[in-house]
Each structure stands twice: as C-alpha cells, then as structure tokens.
C-alpha cells in the first residue's frame, strides 16, 4: 500500500507540558486507523497535524502530492437557521466544485447519509443526524482520506450503528480517535496508541482492538523482562565501579563508559515502565442488608405530555447490575431522577428503603461550580478527605485520579471534560451509597479509566443503575437491561445483544453487522453440538445456496453505490435519481435476503 501521510520524529509541547516526542506514524492508503491512548498525550493535536491544521514542534510531516482529505471534528457547527442541503453544498463551494457539482454532490452524499428531506433545517437535528450531517458536508467534495475526532460522542445507539456501517462499507481511507471499545472492534483494521510508556511514542498493531491488546500485552511483557535484565546487569556494572581500581586502563575506561551508557538506558526503560495512565477508582459502600432498595409499583411517568413508563413494576436490590437503553430523549435521565426521588411519578409509587444513601453522576455535570477551584471541589471541608474510615491527604486523593498537584488551583471551568469526569467519579467515592446512579459516567473518559471505572462497578456490592452508550462497559457490567421504546413502552431484556438485535431489525442493520457479538464477561463452555432439523426440500435448496447469493446481490449493491460516486455522472441529475432508486432497491433486497437467511438459519439450528 502506498504512503499518503509520513509522520517522522514528531514533537509537540504545550508550555511546559510535553505531548509526544519523536513520534513516528504513516497512514497508508486504505487504512481503516484507529488512535487511541490515555488522555493528555496528543491524539487530537496528532489528528490537526495530520489534517495541515497544526505544525508539530520537530520533525516532519509529508503528504502525497494533491492529496484530497477532510476532518470532522468532534462537535460540528452549522448556522441553526440553514437547510442540510445549504450546508452540504456549501461545504462543496469551499472545496472549489461549482454550483452545479456541489448540488448534485450534496444530494448525493444527504442520500447515502439516509437524509430522506434535504430542505430540514439544522436547528430541528439530534446530535445523531448532526453527525451524518458532518459527515455527509465532509464526503461532498470526495476526500481521500477522512480524518474524525470522537465520532461516537454523545450519539444514540442508532447513529452508532450507522456509522459503524457507514466505515465499514466506506471506499475511502479513514482515521479517528475513538474510546469506544465496541466501535474500535467493530470498525477499525489497524491500532496505534499514543502512550509515552512505547519507546517510539506509539504502539501500531494490524487487526482489531482485541487484537492490539493482545499485542500490547506481548510489548509491556517483554519491556518488563527487558528492564529486570538491564538491572541485574547494572548491579553488577556498579559493583565494578565501586571497587575504584588503581590504575585505568584503555579497556577499563571502555567499560565504564559502558556502564555510564546501561544507565542511561535503563533510566529511560524504567520511566517508560513507571508512567501510569490509570485511575485508581473504588466505590464505598454501606453494606446495607436491606433486599429492597427502591421499588416502583404500577408507575406512570411523564415529562410534560409525553409518556416514558407505563405501568412500570421493578425492584432494585443489592448487587443488582441495571442497564436502562433508549434513544437519546426517551426518558433514561427521567427515570434516574425518579430513582433519585427529585421527580415524582404521574401515577403509582416508588418507596425508597429507609435511610437510603444514593450517589448520582449527573451528565450535565451541573453538581460542579465552574468557579470553584479542584482542591475545593474535591475537599470543600479542609485539606484531607475521608475514604471509609481512613483520612486521606488531598494531594493523595487527587492522584489516584490523574491529577497533578500544581492543578489543585486550577478552576473546575478550565479542566477538560475528561478532567471534570474524573472530578465527579472522585467525589462519589467518598459517599457510602447503597445505589449508585450513573448518567453517561463515560463520557469523554479515556480507555484507561474505562477499564478502572468497570472494574470497580464490578466490585460494587450494592445496586448500579446505569445509562451509557458504552456498549462494551455496558455488556460487561450490567445483568439486566430496561429498553425504552417511546411512548410509555418498555421491555426487559436479557443481555445488551438483543436490544441491539431487535433495534438491528428496526432499523435496517445488516445480519453480518448483527452477528458480531460483544465481549462477555467471562468465557462461555463450548456449547454441546445440537442436531441439525431437516428442513423442507424447497426450504433446504433456498438456504443451501443463500449466501452465494447474498454475494452476487451485494456486488450489485457495490456496483451501484460506485456509479453513484462517480465524478462523471456528477452533472447528470437524471442518471442519479434513477441511481438513487435503484440503489434504494437494491438495498432492501439485500436486507430481506439476510433477515430470510436468518429464519433458516434458526430453523436449522432449532430442535
């Protein structure tokens, strides 16, 4: 594959803050890259560079000559006031098309994007549809390369699933950043992390998340054998030199220059062993007895007219693991508050056990004074916090979530978004809560602390409910799931999949996307073989050659959609509508080939 972007030896600081130094990363054409790493290291700054948005401290960066590409950065902003189409278009003017190539080309892409009315306005968009927006302004022009910063951020599970489908399919090559485990082992074909514990500043693997772990795990293993070795040798090195001989000869001069070399290398091994991206997170509790926490009976809720539960029966228990799903606005933030008790229901009743002790993540973070400094907001009372019974310095405390002590003064407003998660995970630790209630706590929360923050609600013995379109957190987590499906309906499900499954169907999501299943938390006994139901004589020769059919249907699909993005047929309206349709067409037949090959694949498997 050919290099479109060269990265050698990049630098970058902020102040006295160091980003990443002597950073080395190519994109090749066709990658699908995902960059990860902790927050703090740069992978935004990286992502402008890579964009011609920013210029690295040293080093250099060298791109393929008239390379084409487009950055999408992780909020999007569009006069409220215009069309989709005025957007899309316009962002074609600005890359030079003509009025004519940019109507045509924004129609194109708004289509692809499943905007069914152009004239929407943008004001009238959730941040899902912003987000196709983004996306669909950005492709208009016919970007090589697509750069996304965050694309997942505060989209609903359904923009989700359309932008894992969306990258799947793409034609083109992409980066982004993403935290979202789920999407990064759904999408991408490549992993660099940004972490200074690498040698070169980065870690870049082939595969997919799991993939790169696994990868990761190999790297870290072998640094760690590397850093004992140089130390047993350095001992041995610096009994040497203790030893002061009389006389220095040529040879032992070598050998201490040697030794003076082995340590400065392991200095350097050792501070790439010691730099920690972890966020030490652990939940108090009140080790309450009590079976029945909060328990809700016959509960009719409301937001203004609009129903969100209807005759909603639950009790919530110690060690109770509570997943609530739903589109953004359907009323997952009601039913915390009801929780809460800062709302009532319209209809029924919600009893709270005596005396109970709740700590909220609010996702709005209005619980924090901008004007306030960390220190104050971590320890209101004095200089020490409590933790269980123990008293805990503020310095301490403030470290185990990342924080440094020159930031104690900082105001709450200055820290990133990251920084103020954080802030409000390190306060309900200090509350001896029977239940916790957690509003998107992942919310720009790097993978690190993901994987802290389920952890500790792992080890949580009282009840969690929790709201997050993390779905790898979620899946790992949570035992049992509350979908909402607007209008007062609600159903129980059993695992996160099959929301997803049943939300696949809803919206069109392909059996391949729907087959690729989460990470579980533990390891599953391989299942007993089960004998396989003779179907019909009709039904088996249907699926004996389904698949090899869904192949040649999809390389129609494929042959279509590539028409559609040819230039040449840019200026054609007429040969584009009837594109569009026939695409539109094609689609659907795919889908009902994959839902028809699903049935038989559960009547073969039913016995």
């Given at each position: 594959m050919s290099v479109l972007i060269s990265c050698r030896g990049l630098s970058k600081s902020f102040g006295v803050e160091t980003l990443f130094d002597n950073l080395s990363l190519n994109v090749h054409e066709g990658d699908r890259l995902g960059l990860i790493g902790p927050n703090g290291v740069g992978k935004s700054t990286l992502l402008k560079i890579l964009a011609g948005q920013d210029t690295p401290d040293d080093g250099e960066v060298v791109f393929r000559r008239h390379l084409r590409f487009a950055k999408i950065d992780q909020v999007s902003s569009f006069p409220e006031d215009a069309s989709v189409l005025d957007v899309a278009a316009g962002a074609g003017k600005e890359a030079g098309l003509d009025e004519n190539e940019a109507m045509v080309a924004a129609q194109i892409q708004l289509s692809m994007a499943e905007f069914e009315n152009f004239d929407v306005k943008v004001r009238t968009l959730s941040g899902g549809w912003k987000k196709r927006l983004a996306i669909?302004?950005?492709?208009?022009?016919?970007?090589?390369?697509?750069?996304?910063?965050?694309?997942?951020?505060?989209?609903?599970?359904?923009?989700?699933?359309?932008?894992?489908?969306?990258?799947?399919?793409?034609?083109?090559?992409?980066?982004?950043?993403?935290?979202?485990?789920?999407?990064?082992?759904?999408?991408?074909?490549?992993?660099?992390?940004?972490?200074?514990?690498y040698e070169d500043g980065v870690l870049s693997h082939e595969g997919g998340y799991r993939d790169f772990l696994e990868e990761k795990e190999r790297v870290i293993e072998a640094r760690t054998k590397l850093e004992e070795s140089l130390g047993n040798k350095l001992r041995?090195?610096?009994?040497?030199?203790?030893?002061?001989p009389?006389?220095?000869?040529?040879?032992?001069?070598?050998?201490?220059?040697?030794?003076?070399?082995?340590?400065?290398?392991?200095r350097e091994v050792r501070a790439r062993g010691r730099f920690s991206d972890k966020v030490q997170m652990d939940f108090s509790?009140?080790?309450?007895?009590?079976?029945?926490?909060?328990?809700?009976?016959?509960?009719v809720l409301k937001r203004g007219d609009?129903?969100?539960?209807?005759?909603?029966?639950?009790?919530?228990?110690?060690?109770?693991?509570?997943?609530?799903?739903?589109?953004?606005?359907?009323?997952?933030?009601?039913?915390?508050?009801?929780?809460?008790a800062e709302i009532a229901p319209h209809l029924g009743s919600v009893r709270h056990a005596a005396q109970l002790e709740v700590a909220y993540f609010d996702q709005n973070r209005e619980r924090l004074n901008p004007e306030e400094s960390l220190k104050d907001a971590i320890s209101p009372t004095g200089d020490s916090v409590m933790f269980g019974?123990?008293?805990?310095?503020?310095?301490?405390?403030?470290?185990?979530?990342?924080?440094?002590?020159?930031?104690?003064?900082?105001?709450?407003?200055?820290?990133?978004?990251?920084?103020?998660?954080?802030?409000?995970?390190?306060?309900?630790?200090?509350?001896?809560?029977?239940?916790?209630?957690?509003?998107?706590?992942?919310?720009?929360?790097?993978?690190?602390?993901?994987?802290?923050?389920?952890?500790?609600?792992?080890?949580?013995?009282?009840?969690?409910v929790l709201v997050s379109h993390d779905r790898y957190l979620l899946s790992r987590v949570c035992d049992q799931y509350i979908g909402l499906k607007g209008g007062g309906d609600w159903a129980r499900y059993g695992d996160y999949e099959q929301w997803e499954r049943e939300l696949g169907q809803q919206f069109g999501v392909t059996e391949k996307t729907k087959k690729e299943t989460a990470p579980s938390k533990a390891a599953p006994e391989p299942a007993t073989p089960t004998k396989r139901k003779k179907l019909s004589y009709k039904d088996q020769r249907e699926y004996d050659g389904m698949e090899e059919r869904i192949l040649e249907e999809e390389?129609?699909?494929?042959?279509?959609?590539?028409?559609?993005?040819?230039?040449?047929?840019?200026?054609?309206?007429?040969?584009?509508?009837?594109?569009?349709?026939?695409?539109?067409?094609?689609?659907?037949?795919?889908?009902?080939?994959?839902?028809r090959w699903s049935e038989l694949e559960a009547m073969v498997a039913s016995d």
């Open positions: 669909a302004a950005a492709r208009v022009a016919d970007p090589q390369v697509l750069l996304l910063d965050e694309p997942t951020n505060h989209l609903d599970i359904e923009g989700i699933l359309w932008l894992e489908g969306f990258l799947r399919n793409a034609d083109f090559t992409w980066v982004l950043i993403s935290h979202d485990r789920f999407f990064l082992e759904r999408t991408v074909k490549r992993v660099a992390e940004i972490s200074p514990i041995r090195e610096t009994e040497w030199l203790s030893r002061q009389k006389a220095r000869t040529t040879k032992a001069k070598y050998r201490v220059d040697q030794a003076y070399e082995l340590m400065e290398t392991f509790a009140s080790d309450r007895k009590t079976k029945k926490l909060i328990e809700s009976k016959e509960v609009k129903v969100i539960l209807d005759k909603f029966d639950w009790v919530l228990s110690p060690g109770a693991r509570l997943g609530l799903l739903g589109g953004n606005g359907t009323g997952k933030t009601s039913i915390l508050k009801m929780f809460l019974d123990r008293s805990i310095h503020v310095v301490t405390w403030a470290r185990r979530f990342r924080f440094k002590s020159e930031q104690l003064e900082t105001p709450v407003r200055l820290l990133s978004g990251g920084e103020q998660a954080r802030l409000l995970l390190s306060r309900l630790m200090l509350i001896k809560a029977d239940v916790l209630l957690l509003d998107e706590p992942t919310n720009d929360l790097d993978i690190p602390a993901l994987e802290e923050l389920e952890s500790a609600l792992a080890a949580f013995p009282g009840a969690v390389a129609l699909l494929e042959e279509l959609q590539a028409e559609m993005a040819d230039p040449a047929n840019a200026a054609n309206s007429a040969l584009l509508a009837e594109l569009y349709e026939k695409t539109a067409v094609q689609q659907k037949k795919v889908e009902t080939m994959y839902e």
